[in-house]
């Protein structure tokens, strides 16, 4: 697994926890097996293009926003403190 790759699959890690989001309804929201989830994040599957769309929609996010989620759009998708 390259490097940007691996950065990607943490930053989708990453949003996915900020949002409260479980890989169980990413997986359904993907319309795929929990299973097949897992292998893609732990890059064990590929994470082609079309899946990285699907996923910055389920974010409501662009897909950039996924690849330069550390640096530049951390704030935006942390959750919010009451």
Do not use: C, H, W
């Amino acid at each position: 697994m390259g490097k940007e790759l691996g950065q990607t699959l943490k930053n989708i890690e990453q949003i996915r926890n900020a949002k409260g989001f479980t890989l169980k309804y990413i997986a359904s929201r993907l319309d795929t097996k929990q299973a097949v989830s897992a292998l893609i994040m732990k890059g064990e599957r590929g994470l082609l293009f079309k899946i990285l769309e699907q996923i910055a929609m389920i974010f409501e996010i662009d897909i950039t926003d996924i690849i330069k989620y550390p640096d530049k759009y951390k704030k935006q998708v942390a959750p919010k403190n009451n």
